[in-house]
């Protein structure tokens, strides 16, 4: 799968068939935009196109774009779209807008994958790092993927996030610790999640500084970092006030997220939960789940610290589980990710059982929740099952790859345990 | 850290040490437990205001209580979770330095020495009076002095690149505490593990008793022979160490370790008794095979063992076998049940019905007059029935459709007549449906009549509290498919003109089909929809008990006309059933509600008998009463059955495992298949890598290949559709033996890849059928037993054993079998 060179025009030209592809799919079947737009695999209260059109609706008729409460998007996404042509009479500006997004992405996601980090880093060679796929091949399963590809049909506004968190690790690994900070800023602008990947990505900045103009000290370099990242949204916040005109957008952004308002089902594990659940214990629960969400983040960093790339993506596995709004875009995005550890794939024992509940889930999900909506035959335990069973799926496959990235260190250490079994106790 | 051991190790472990605790750690338990018992009235003596360590409260004459408080709790679960927390660091502490060393000092100086060091900072350092009690200063007193010793053998554990010195674990435990336990004492704790620390240090030895001194009490009192479980001072001796082994094998150390650490992981207790807290990654991570516990190893044994290997085709053989005699054993009693009425509102047959009388004069005069409207056109019959509606004094509205499928044009006009309900507010209705010609094509001589006259009789009742919908439609197919779809506002208007008139959300439809002249005997309801979808069973279930119940006419289901409620007539009942879903056809006017969520069904009169049409103006009438007493939509009874009998059913949870085992099957011979690929020829070479481009590029391009005969079916015009099919059932005939002979000739596929290749079509196939058992039970059904010999096909070395294989899969491929079918329907006809 590797074979073969690499030319410039094999990169163009799986670009090129991955646009041409998509840009197919958008005019070929006109109705399959809309249909994609309206499922909630793909399309969360916070990432809609359909949301995003009623808010700039409002916008551009000088209205407060969250009055209504329908819209719980970044303010910047408004002038960004009402600069292009509208998108009634010229839907073909937006497509390609969000095809040149996932191109970026995948461009990003090459250099990844071609600096080599996933199996060598700064702290740590993997023995097995030889066994890796080429940056071309990662980014054509990050485009052909399935998951991808419907993300960007349905337009949904994460892909925007993916290409900003793609890009924050590619110039972390290339040496460029200031545009990968401002890449980040950019991701939590969008959809705060994001910032929780700020230690991982530090260290990862810290550890592929470039020799001349390196900082020593990781306090300072850290420092600087943060102030990087916290002057990037001074400047974004007050943008956003400046167009919006209060600071309502915070609130109705981030607040949203935060509190979980909008009950609209999805693929994740939280609405169920908080549409059962008694008023008076919500606030307590919300804590719990948000510190649950964000308490991985010390665990990794420290104990895989000689791989922040690892770190960096299991965290994106944790977060398209346990999200409040996850969609399948989180999903691909981490998909998108695991390929680069192509060297410990023959670590991992349950890829067979993860791949088939992923492909499983995929179609049940959907026949559950048809019979739940408009069947009426079902009801939301159906697809609350199901929901749980792909969360299980990410999480066996999350596990999993720890499993065999811990393995590949400890076999580093401990050199004549290599190939004998053990256990996990 | 130590928390990390193997749970089930841990049980036997703690229930073979209770048997062999030693006597001052028996006696400190129940000097525990005693205390608690004591303290349980407060009355006639306050343990715990005599007792308690009261910084207060100590003078020369309570120095006692230095020395009770580790004894006294605060209520019960204090108690316990001392208790469970001392007794194994008590025990370790003990069989290390005896009994009566333990004796003197916790009675001495480990008692009283951490209360001084509390009772000096609260009182006069912090000026606080909280009283403190429980035994949890010992155990922090001991974790202290184990955490030394840890820390000596083995200095630090490692998380990630930092190395942790092990002696800071109790304190990481005592913050935990601290945090997470409501009212416990910091700083009683911490003057514990002070002491525990200096004590493991070695700093505070000169407290110990002589040992000198201890052998010679023991030896004069004969201690050892007069009390249970005692242990002896003397470490040469009787030493607590003597009896474990010093090597590491686990077989040695199962048998001869007394204390109860047999079966524990030897990795995650090292033998030699020190505390596991410390071994750092290797321990808390991984242990190596050849350290297991028997327990374990047993497991993995089993795991390892080549004839698991042979089990899963047996396996899938046996899911096959189990659903398939399943399905055969649903029509007993004891697999099947009653049928109920569910929601309660419904109270069918509770009412008195009214129809009759005079109305069959009406009904005679409407009869004449639509008699003389047939074999009119579609206008003009609509003009006769309007003028008829209007004079009852209904509303009466009209809707042109015009439908374009497989290349026919289906057009004509539908009329239907609302009935505002007297005591409604036209949120909900119900619909009755007379379709002018059925299924079959005959005229509803009968049925539609039966409409004018209902309508002209409801009309007179004031307790609707739902609108009543009269459609009357050409055709039982395309006319109710048009109206239900503008209803709904889900037409093509360009095609279908919208309704001018509608009413609120539907509850429920009866179709009547009536065309037959005489008098008739029984109703036969036909309930199936579209795709295979069902209406809610209460109102099949309503239906019957009217009919059935009230009226006591005969009901039937799925054309068994005859039916003696025994074994092999409901095996046929459910297998027409199961077909009719499976094939997912429109039976009747009513099929086009069901995928709208309307609960609808059709009655059809049926036989010759004694029972006129009154009767079945009163069974319609009935329904509707019942339909009228709805509170909410019906949802409480079930939308997956299979019915065998018209009071007989079993539900999806009864049913839906057939299915289910049979696309199992797929799904085990997949994953052993994927097993199977890793395994080279020759034995023992697991971990081959897989090739796995080939097949998953083969397979994914044939599943997308799909795509074209859908769509081709879907938009070709029916003139075409039988060339199209024999085309389609040529190339499935002739696609294996091409592709297979393509496949060998240019890539030369190794045996791995055909088991991948076989792995992932069956992967696949075993989702599709079990996503579609939940959509259409039947239908997956079917083309799982179709599908069955995929599982066990294997490649042939043989040209004779490979044409039998191919001959033998094509005869029973889906197409094939619809071709047989159709072929023998054909002769049949002829």
């Known amino acids: ?425 | 850290m130590a928390s990390s051991i193997n749970p089930l190790s841990w049980l036997t472990a703690s229930r073979a040490r209770a048997r062999a605790l030693p006597l001052f750690t028996r006696a400190a338990v129940a000097g525990i437990v005693v205390f608690w018992i004591v303290g349980v009235q407060k009355a006639l003596w306050d343990v715990r205001a005599w007792g308690a360590l009261v910084p207060d409260e100590v003078g020369l004459t309570s120095l006692y209580r230095l020395n009770t408080f580790p004894f006294i709790h605060l209520n019960f679960f204090h108690a316990v979770m001392n208790i469970l927390a001392l007794t194994p660091l008590l025990e370790r502490f003990e069989t290390e330095y005896g009994t009566l060393t333990a004796l003197a000092l916790f009675f001495g100086p480990f008692a009283t020495l951490p209360a001084f060091i509390y009772l000096f900072i609260e009182k006069f350092l912090l000026r606080g009076n909280t009283a403190v009690m429980g035994a949890s200063i010992w155990v922090f007193l001991l974790l202290g002095i184990e955490a030394m010793k840890a820390y000596r053998a083995n200095p630090s554990f490692k998380v990630g690149p930092y190395s942790i010195p092990t002696w800071t674990s109790p304190i990481g435990i005592l913050l935990a505490m601290a945090a997470l336990v409501p009212s416990s004492s910091f700083l009683g704790h911490l003057s514990g593990l002070v002491v525990g620390y200096l004590c493991g240090l070695g700093v505070l030895k000169f407290l110990a008793p002589p040992e000198k001194a201890l052998r010679f009490v023991e030896g004069k009192l004969n201690l050892m022979g007069r009390l249970p479980h005692y242990i002896s001072v003397d470490q040469k001796k009787y030493g607590r160490f003597g009896v474990l082994p010093s090597s590491s094998s686990p077989a040695s150390a199962g048998i001869s370790m007394g204390r109860g650490y047999s079966s524990l992981p030897a990795a995650a207790w090292e033998l030699d008794g020190r505390w596991p807290m410390a071994d750092g990654k290797q321990t808390c991570l991984t242990s190596d095979q050849t350290r297991l516990g028997p327990l374990n190893s047993g497991l993995l044994r089993l795991r390892r063992d080549p004839r698991i290997l042979k089990v899963p085709p047996y396996l899938s053989l046996l899911c096959i076998l189990v659903g398939v005699i399943w399905l055969f054993l649903l029509p007993l009693d004891d697999y099947s049940r009653r049928t109920y009425i569910s929601e309660n509102a419904l109270l069918p047959g509770q009412v008195h019905t009214y129809f009759g009388g005079s109305d069959q004069n009406v009904f005679r005069a409407y009869k004449h007059e639509t008699s003389a409207l047939a074999g009119k056109t579609n206008i003009e019959i609509n003009d006769g029935l309007e003028t008829i509606i209007k004079g009852l004094g209904l509303k009466v509205s009209r809707q042109n459709f015009t439908y374009r499928s497989a290349g026919r044009e289906y057009s004509g006009e539908n009329l239907y007549a609302i009935l505002q309900a007297p005591r409604g507010d036209a949120t909900e209705a119900i619909v009755l449906v007379g379709a002018w010609e059925n299924v079959k094509g005959e005229v509803n001589r009968n049925g539609i009549p039966l409409v004018l006259t209902l309508a002209r009789y409801f009309k007179r009742w004031s307790l609707w509290s739902k609108d009543i919908i009269f459609l009357v439609t050409p055709d039982s197919i395309t006319g109710p498919q048009a109206w239900v779809d503008a209803y709904h506002d889900a037409h093509d208007s360009a095609r279908v003109s919208s309704l001018p008139l509608k009413s609120g959300a539907l509850q429920g439809a009866i179709a009547i089909d009536y065309p037959q002249e005489e008098r008739f005997e029984s109703v036969h309801v036909v309930y199936d929809g579209v795709n295979g979808q069902l209406p809610n069973l209460d109102l099949i279930n309503s239906v019957v008990s009217i009919a059935g119940g009230q009226m006591g006419m005969g009901v039937s289901i799925q054309e068994m006309w005859q039916h003696d409620d025994r074994y092999p007539d409901r095996l046929r009942t459910m297998l027409r059933g199961m077909l009719k879903q499976g094939l997912g056809l429109a039976s009747g006017p009513h099929s086009s509600f069901i995928p709208y969520h309307v609960d609808a069904v059709t009655l059809q009169p049926y036989g010759v008998g004694w029972q006129d049409e009154m009767a079945m103006g009163r069974v319609i009438e009935g329904t509707f009463r019942s339909l009228n007493n709805l509170l909410e939509h019906l949802h409480q009874s079930f939308f997956f059955y299979l019915l065998m009998q018209r009071e007989r059913f079993v539900s999806i949870g009864t049913y839906l495992p057939s299915a289910m085992l049979i696309a199992a099957n797929f799904t085990i011979m997949a994953i052993f298949l994927w097993h199977q690929s890793q395994i080279g020829p020759p034995p023992n070479t697991p971990a081959v890598e897989r090739q796995l481009f080939l097949p998953l590029g083969l397979v994914s391009l044939l599943q997308s290949l799909s795509v074209i005969p859908l769509s081709l079916f879907h938009h070709a015009p029916e003139s075409a559709l039988p060339p199209l099919f024999a085309l389609f059932a040529l190339i499935n005939l002739a696609l294996p033996p091409a592709l297979s002979a393509l496949l060998t000739a240019r890539y030369r596929p190794s045996a791995q890849q055909y088991h991948l290749l076989q792995s992932f079509s069956l992967l696949l196939l075993g989702m599709f059928l079990s996503s579609l058992a939940t959509l259409n039970f039947s239908l997956a059904l079917l083309v799982g037993l179709l599908a069955c010999p995929l599982s066990f096909v294997r490649p042939s070395r043989t040209a004779a054993g490979r044409v039998t294989c191919y001959l033998l899969l094509s005869a029973v491929a889906p197409t094939a079998v619809a071709v047989w079918v159709w072929g023998l329907g054909g002769w049949g006809r002829r």
Not at chain 1, 8 to 27: I, K, M, N, P, S
Not at chain 1, 168 to 181: N, Q, R
Not at chain 1, 313 to 331: R, V
């Open chain 1, 1 to 425: 799968m590797d074979g073969g060179k690499v030319t410039l025009g094999r990169t163009a030209g799986l670009y090129a068939g991955a646009a041409v592809l998509r840009l197919a799919l958008f005019t070929l079947f006109p109705g399959l935009p809309e249909l994609l737009t309206g499922r909630v695999e793909i399309s969360t209260p916070v990432t809609s196109f359909k949301r995003l059109q009623e808010g700039l609706f409002l916008y551009n008729h000088n209205v407060s774009p969250y009055d209504g409460g329908v819209y719980h998007q970044a303010p910047l996404f408004l002038p960004l779209f009402s600069l292009l042509p509208s998108f009634a009479s010229w839907p073909i500006f937006t497509y390609l807008l969000y095809i040149a997004v996932d191109l970026l992405g995948a461009a990003a996601l090459g250099k990844i994958a071609d600096s080599g980090e996933a199996g060598s880093s700064a702290l740590f060679q993997s023995p097995r790092r030889e066994k890796r796929w080429s940056g071309f091949v990662i980014a054509a399963v990050f485009l052909f993927n399935p998951f991808t590809i419907a993300t960007c049909i349905g337009r949904s506004t994460s892909v925007f996030t993916t290409c900003a968190i793609l890009h924050a690790i590619a110039k972390a690994v290339s040496g460029a610790p200031f545009s990968a900070m401002v890449a980040l800023s950019f991701g939590a602008y969008l959809s705060m999640y994001p910032l929780l990947l700020l230690p991982p990505l530090l260290l990862l900045c810290y550890d592929r500084q470039r020799p001349e103009r390196a900082m020593p000290s990781g306090l300072r370099f850290a420092a600087t970092n943060v102030c990087v990242v916290v002057s990037v949204l001074g400047v974004l916040f007050p943008m956003s006030y400046l167009i919006t005109g209060s600071w309502e957008f915070l609130p109705a952004t981030y607040g949203v997220q935060l509190t979980l308002s909008d009950l609209t089902p999805n693929i994740g594990l939280w609405w169920y939960f908080f549409i059962e659940m008694f008023d008076s214990f919500r606030s307590f629960f919300l804590a719990v789940f948000w510190l649950h969400l964000s308490c991985y983040v010390g665990g990794l960093t420290i104990r895989i610290r000689r791989q922040p790339l690892v770190v960096l993506t299991l965290l994106l596995g944790i977060f398209a589980i346990f999200k409040p709004y996850p969609s399948i875009s989180d999903s691909s995005l981490f998909l998108a990710l695991v390929p680069l550890y192509r060297h410990v794939f023959p670590l991992m024992r349950y890829t067979f059982v993860i791949a088939a509940i992923i492909i499983y889930t995929t179609f049940l999900g959907p026949a559950f929740y048809h019979l739940w909506i408009y069947a009426g035959s079902g009801n939301a335990n159906f697809f609350y099952a199901i929901t749980l069973v792909w969360g299980l799926g990410q999480s066996l496959l999350v596990c999993d790859l720890t499993f065999a990235v811990l393995r590949d260190e400890w076999e580093v250490e401990r050199p004549e345990m290599v190939g004998k079994e053990i256990r996990q106790i």
